[in-house]
């Protein structure tokens, strides 16, 4: 099996948060930064980085560059919720996760490959997770390694998607300057560029002696593997999921309350099936309603046995909804499982009828992936109607 690693990237990540959160900043140059004197910028908008704003820069320089930029103090608890969700979807598309900061994952897809016709069509199906759940945008690289599917990511940004394919690695690097290389600072580049070496191309053409001679030993092997697209880390997993919810946010407020029950079942059924896919039951189900108001409501039940059944862990949150008064609009629903464990044991099981449930359950898992998401739609709801 060919390794293939896929990094996501959010584009433009604290300034898109703040646009999709103020729509009047749509389109805007938007810079967030602190904003005393000696404040530097966290990161510009695509609109503002056309004027020379970038990261790191301070914020008097970008103002001089930038006079009429809509200049916005970071709101990080916005940032840290956005990035939640970017990385709980994230992981839904990866064997091997690896959270990389607020916005940026590395993820092993290398045996994914059965779930998706192209490589293509697995980084437009993240992007189009994470723009409908979180209004935001990811450039996507995919590439037989860390080291290039980091560059891949960047290479089209913004809403960009890459892919390098084995056999193009020399070819892509060839032209890219030296700093490009992954461990490559600024010391490093210019005793890099005094030596001659310009461009990656040039590693690539002299010998490791050179190399080794002039870095020594462990950096001189490092990079010139690397000038050839030779990369051998692992995506390192952190494989302990605490919890695992499902949420949207609504184009119109929901009124009524079957709409509203509706969704819930909706969101019961992913969750559901994201727990039977990572082999966990889930013994705590919380459901958070946000209404028009902003004001949130949060309401958990425990219940006695695991589980990760749609009807089960969509009976417990329509139980919790009965207990949040409706008196406005609702702007958002969120049905989450935690408190996991180990899924329930064939066999072993005292009720009969729950494992028989497992079972209906796992079969249609495994036809919904090799036939995609519709294929049981339909039948499951009229399912799921009759038995209620
Ligand atoms: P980046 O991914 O480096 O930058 P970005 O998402 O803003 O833009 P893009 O990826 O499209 O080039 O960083 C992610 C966030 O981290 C960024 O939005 C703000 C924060 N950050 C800082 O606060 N200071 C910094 O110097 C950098 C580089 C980022
Ligand atoms: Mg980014």
Request: aromatic share 6%; hydrophobic share 35%.
């Given at each position: ?5 896929m990094h996501v990237d959010m584009d433009a990540f604290f300034a898109s948060v703040e646009q999709r ?9 938007v810079?967030v ?9 966290a990161t510009a908008s695509y ?8 990261s ?22 916005a940032y840290k919720e956005a990035s939640d969700k970017v990385h709980e979807i994230m ?8 959270p990389i900061s607020l916005d940026e994952a590395f993820l ?15 980084g437009?199906?993240i992007k189009k997770e994470i723009k409908e759940k979180t209004e935001l945008i990811a450039s996507v690289g ?8 980091k560059?891949?990511s960047d290479?089209k940004k913004p809403d960009g998607l ?227």
């Amino acid at each position: 099996m060919k390794r293939w690693i896929m990094h996501v990237d959010m584009d433009a990540f604290f300034a898109s948060v703040e646009q999709r959160d103020h729509p009047e900043l749509k389109g805007t140059p938007v810079i967030v930064g602190g904003l005393s004197k000696r404040g530097v910028v966290a990161t510009a908008s695509y609109e503002a980085r056309k004027f020379g704003v970038h990261s790191a820069m301070p914020i008097s320089k970008a103002r001089e560059l930038c006079p009429n930029g809509n200049f916005v103090v970071p709101r990080f608890d916005a940032y840290k919720e956005a990035s939640d969700k970017v990385h709980e979807i994230m992981l839904h598309y990866a064997d091997t996760y690896e959270p990389i900061s607020l916005d940026e994952a590395f993820l092993d897809i290398s045996g994914m490959g059965s779930h998706y016709p192209t490589l293509g069509a697995i980084g437009r199906a993240i992007k189009k997770e994470i723009k409908e759940k979180t209004e935001l945008i990811a450039s996507v690289g995919i590439a037989p390694n860390k080291f290039l599917a980091k560059m891949a990511s960047d290479m089209k940004k913004p809403d960009g998607l890459c892919i390098i394919p084995y056999g193009k690695e020399k070819g892509i690097l060839r032209p890219l300057p030296v700093r490009r290389l992954w461990g490559v600072g600024k010391v490093t580049e210019e005793k890099l560029i005094r030596a001659g070496f310009h461009i990656i191309g040039d590693i690539q053409d002299a010998p490791e002696s050179a190399l080794t001679g002039l870095l020594g030993e462990n950096q001189g092997h490092m990079l010139k593997r690397l000038s050839v697209g030779l990369d051998d880390r692992p995506v390192e997993g952190d494989r302990s999921i605490k919890s695992i919810g499902d949420e949207s946010t609504y184009e119109k407020d929901l009124t009524g309350l079957s709409e509203i029950e509706r969704q819930i079942a909706m969101h019961s059924d992913i969750v559901a099936q994201r727990l039977r896919k990572h082999e966990l039951t889930a013994r705590t189900i919380t459901l958070k309603i946000r209404f028009s108001s902003f004001k949130t409501i949060t309401r958990a039940r425990s219940l006695d046995d695991g589980t990760s059944l749609q009807e089960e862990i969509c009976e417990n949150a329509l139980l919790l909804l009965k207990k949040i008064p409706i008196h406005e609009g609702v702007r958002l629903i969120g049905v989450t499982a935690s408190n996991l464990g180990p899924p329930i044991s064939m066999g072993s099981l005292f009720d009969d009828n729950k494992e028989k449930r497992n079972r209906a359950a796992r079969a249609m898992d495994e036809i919904q992936e090799k036939f995609g998401k519709k294929a049981l739609q339909k039948g499951f709801w009229v399912e799921s109607e009759d038995k209620t």
